[in-house]
């Protein structure tokens, strides 16, 4: 039997403002406990919620940004339910009525591009944190997150693998951090997945029973948790048993996923319209202002990129994975005019191989975009040789100037003077008479071996085309 | 001093024929005397009190006063007031000193007015005769063995019994024109939106409203003045431009159309205090108003439609009083469940689980539709039949309460039978307009009757005005109940 997989993910992004979503109390994380909860946030008796405008402002950028639609009219609920991490006894949410409806985010894996339709998406807020250690059989409750906005984003059920789900996970990611809602720091909860998993007979059009795999906060992990839990519904099928709909966690150290903890039966959480708080309108005026604002989006980015600098969908993808690489790139390429792919190249390679070493980020390069052009140039120009590139980037990257400079100081000027070269040339081929007979025997190994002899004698700033031609002149002669 | 009115005693403020102090001192000293029977107060801190008397005094000397400098206020134990014990009524707020003040009390503050002390009331203002409170029943001053009203009777009781000037009572079914009417004194519901609701702890957070008791129309004027307008922390407090309500207090009513609801004249009114009635608008009918009878329909739905929806936001609004983080925590636990079971259960009274149990069933899963939803959708209704009677008239009269004080325990075997006792208040705050309540007259028991009026949107400064005409013609309003 074939078995379907079928995926849904809900995830949580704390959005990037200021102050809470109801109150105004700020949101920066790592305070002492309990230092960041105000009166409304802690719930006393008598106090009352007031919207925060930039949090509304945030949705509606991502429900523009997604393709959705913006509800001119939307309604916070409440949800009701007890935890001493919940200070109201219920969450301001958004349950019949939310903000945003619809929308897309596209996706690839590998060479694969599949589009994954969004539900919806609505504002709420966050609960404070339990800490169920070091308190001595007791629990700890910390409110400094208590209020915080949420976004909610569902998605449809339309993914099909583990690989697709972490690839919408990885581009919505991208996509809330590129139009600066959220900082999306998974470490610090910022960016929050759970999982609706279920399999079904491959080719059936009914859904299979889903289980839900909460608090995912690594794409690692997300990975792994849907691929246990496929794995074990699947055996739990073929059994012929039935899977049962639960909440579950997944554990990284065993790397399974198990039931809550707490036996939830389904909860029923009585949501009605928050009574404290009017219907949410926004004017279409205000979207539209809005849209006025955000940034040139990573798929029409990704689109110019390849018309403009006529780049494949492959690089133009990988330098609009983020604003910051697709920024650098770009400022790049404008000093360097018709160097695209060259630029390309090394802002993919090189450079974010020693920015990913010593986890650094595009906007915080040591070697900037005008010194990336600057060494560029004098490759493209056949100053430097693309061997001594490499050397002169990481004298940049190291602070000793610029390409220019450096080149000077260290004498790495490509030697490209035939004359020079051609004196070079005779000279190796006069002291290797073995290597030069091999050549002439039909050994083309040889043959490098005195390019490389050359390479040697000029430490490397020979021209190596150039030296090619002329070791093939003399020895032809 | 203690019969005089809001605008005598201001004047003699200003005039420093009295002070703050003294003038404060007389209240808190009969405050103190009766409050061992009468048990309107739960909290009086002399000390605190006379602290903002002198404060008052010194604000009196530099010629600063304004209309409520110096004048004590006592507050409903439902308004937040920094440093002093907030119960709500309540056990599980019984050790709950607020870090902060109410909106109003800030208000009344900055008008210079002084605390006098804390009113009892029905628990988390739940109730219609002031009988479910942990402190105790509080009794009305015109016969001890009655119920003042509730849930502000404490406030009611206070005011009538000339222990306050002025007071602040809260309204969500008819807590501040009750106990008006059962204790012979004037008090006002105003628009909801009007007064905010932040620091008022929230029972029905769709339906309450801080309001004004005094002894007359003339006095609830300026405590209006001084508790309305907008308030950004309350996201259901209206922005208008602020206005006078003491503005046509004086002008003549003659003209007025007064329409009297032929549902608020039905059975189940006491013939006594339709005889009250009767007198009251013969003497509109003096004054040069007309009298048209009106219908709104609806009425017999309103009872039932707001013991679905104030039961219903009452048991969210209340799920925070959970031992976890301030009041009242039972003392023996294994478990968090067990926790939270047992400190609502002790710090809860029968009349509040009661509500959080009938508000949770109408919310849950299956029942939302049949009750919530359809509540919500007979609350436009009844708003639509006031919005129809005013097309025909300016103001609504009619009675507060079907009967005069009834004895106390005599309702509390069956609380539908005390939800009845709602019946004409209750319509007002579902359409959100103003309503009043003012003495009228004496049942056959010589218990006081109220007659209330109701006004459109916006319209507190006109009834008001009705009221004081009514008032400056009569005499019901300066009757103070039999006690030294």
Redesign the interface.
């Known amino acids: 039997m074939e078995w379907e997989p079928v995926i849904g993910l809900e995830t949580h992004a704390q959005l990037s403002t200021r102050s809470k979503m109801f109150s105004g109390a700020s949101t920066a994380f790592g305070a002492a406990p309990n230092t960041q909860a105000c ?1 409304v946030d ?10 925060n405008r930039a949090g509304v402002e945030r949705a509606i950028r991502f429900g523009i940004a997604a393709g959705g639609a913006i509800n001119t009219r939307s309604v916070f609920a ?1 949800k ?1 339910y ?1 935890y ?1 991490d919940l ?4 969450q301001i949410s958004q349950y019949e009525l939310p903000i945003v409806r619809g929308g897309s985010i596209p996706i690839h894996v590998g060479e694969v591009e599949k589009v994954i339709r969004l539900t919806r998406a609505h504002l709420e807020e966050d609960a404070g944190k339990s800490l169920h250690q070091d308190f001595r059989g007791m ?1 700890g ?1 910390d409110l400094n997150r208590a209020g915080t906005p949420l976004l909610e984003i569902v998605s449809e059920p339309d993914m099909r693998s583990a690989a697709e789900a972490v690839a919408y996970a990885k581009t919505l990611h991208a996509l809330v951090r590129w139009i600066d809602i959220c900082d999306g720091n998974m470490q610090e909860g910022s960016f929050r997945c759970d999982a609706n998993v279920s399999v079904r007979p491959a080719g059936a059009e009914r859904l299979g029973t889903r289980c839900e795999i909460k608090n995912l906060n690594s794409f690692r992990f997300l990975e792994r948790a849907i691929q246990f839990e496929v794995q074990r519904q699947i055996e739990i099928l073929e059994a012929g048993d039935r899977v049962s709909q639960e909440t579950r966690l997944y554990d990284p150290d065993r790397d399974e996923t198990r039931p809550m903890r707490s036996k939830e039966e389904a909860q ?1 959480y ?1 949501y ?1 319209p928050d ?4 219907p949410l309108v926004v004017s279409e005026e205000w979207i539209a202002q809005i849209r006025a604002t955000l940034p040139e989006l990573p798929g029409a980015k990704r689109d110019r990129f390849q018309r403009e600098f006529g780049l494949t969908a492959y690089d133009a993808s990988v330098l609009t994975a983020g604003p910051e690489i697709a920024a650098y790139f770009e400022k790049a390429v404008r000093e360097l005019p018709g160097q695209a792919k060259l630029v390309a190249n090394w802002v993919m390679g090189e450079l974010s191989a020693r920015l990913n070493k010593e986890d650094i980020d595009f906007n915080q390069s040591p070697v900037p975009p005008t010194a990336l052009a600057g060494l560029l140039r004098r490759v493209a120009d056949a100053t430097l040789s693309g061997k001594l590139a490499k050397e002169v980037f990481d004298a940049v990257w190291a602070g000793e100037g610029d390409a220019d400079r450096i080149i000077e100081l260290r004498g790495l000027r490509q030697i490209s003077d035939a004359g020079e070269l051609e004196r070079i040339a005779a000279e190796i081929i006069q002291s290797h008479p073995a290597e030069v007979a091999d050549y002439r025997g039909g050994k083309e190994k040889a043959f490098n071996f005195l390019v490389g002899q050359v390479m040697k004698a000029t430490k490397g700033k020979a021209n190596p085309a150039q030296v090619n031609q002329i070791l093939r002149r003399l020895l032809s002669g | 001093m203690l019969n005089a009115s809001l605008s005598e005693l201001s004047s003699a403020l200003a005039r420093r024929a009295v002070s703050s102090v003294e003038l404060t001192k007389l209240f808190l000293e009969r405050a103190q005397r009766l409050n061992a029977t009468l048990n309107a107060f739960i909290t009086l801190d002399p000390e605190a009190t006379l602290a903002q008397a002198r404060a008052a005094d010194a604000l009196l000397a530099r010629g600063e006063g304004q209309a409520l400098t110096g004048i004590p206020v006592a507050l409903k134990d439902i ?2 007031a920094q440093g002093w014990l ?1 119960t ?1 009524g309540s056990k599980i ?1 019984s050790n ?1 000193v ?3 003040d ?1 909106h109003v009390v800030e208000r009344l503050q900055a008008a210079g007015a002084v605390n006098l002390g804390k009113t009892n009331m029905d628990e988390f203002a739940m109730g219609s005769s002031s009988e479910t409170s942990f402190y105790g029943p509080v009794r009305n001053p015109w016969e001890q063995t009655r119920v003042p009203g509730g849930s502000s009777g404490g406030s009611a009781c206070a005011v009538a019994a000339r222990m306050a000037p002025v007071a602040l009572g809260t309204d969500t079914g008819g807590s501040i024109r009750q106990p008006a009417a059962l204790c012979g004194i004037s008090g006002l519901k105003p628009t909801y939106g009007v007064v905010s ?6 029972f ?3 339906l309450d409203q801080c309001g004004p008791m005094a002894k007359s129309a003339a006095d609830l004027a300026p405590m209006l003045n001084a508790i309305a307008g907008f308030d ?5 407090s209206l922005e208008r431009p602020r206005e006078d309500y003491a503005r046509c207090l004086d002008q003549p009513v003659a003209g007025m159309r007064i329409g009297l609801p032929k549902e608020f004249f039905a059975s189940g009114l006491a013939a006594d205090v339709a005889r009250a009635l009767e007198a009251a608008l013969a003497e509109f009918r003096a004054l040069g108003c007309s009298i048209v009878e009106v219908s709104l329909p609806q009425t017999r739905l309103a009872v039932p439609t707001y013991y679905v929806l104030a039961p ?2 009452a ?2 609004n209340l ?4 031992g ?3 009041g009242y925590r039972a003392p023996d636990y294994a478990d ?1 469940r067990e926790m ?1 079971m047992k400190t609502r259960a002790q710090g809860f009274g029968a009349e509040v689980k009661r509500r959080i149990l009938i508000g ?1 069933y109408v ?3 299956g029942y ?1 539709d049949a009750y ?1 939803l359809q509540a919500q959708r007979l609350r436009r209704l009844v708003a639509q039949d006031f919005a129809n009677a005013f097309g025909r008239c300016d103001v609504l009269m009619g009675p507060t309460s079907p009967t005069t004080a009834f004895k106390i325990g005599a309702k509390t075997a069956d609380p539908v039978q005390m939800y009845l006792t709602d019946i004409y208040t209750i319509p007002a705050p579902l359409a959100g307009i103003p309503a009043l309540s003012i003495p009228c007259g004496f049942g056959e028991d010589g218990l006081p009757v109220g007659l209330q009026i109701m006004g459109n949107y916006f319209d507190e400064a006109r009834m008001l005005n009705v009221a004081h005409q009514y008032q400056k013609a009569t005499d019901w309003h300066l009757r103070a109940p039999p006690i030294e």
């Open positions: 009166a802690i719930a006393l008796p008598g106090v009352l919620p007031v919207t409440r009701n007890f001493p200070p109201k006894g219920y629990s409750i029923d009585r009605f009574p404290d708080l009017l | 308004f937040c907030t709500c707020l709950f607020s870090p902060y109410a609701r932040f620091g008022m702890i929230a029905a957070s769709s950004a922390r309350d996201s259901t219903a936001e048991s969210s799920a925070r009083f959970d976890v983080r301030y968090l939270y949770t919310l849950s899963h939302y919530y």
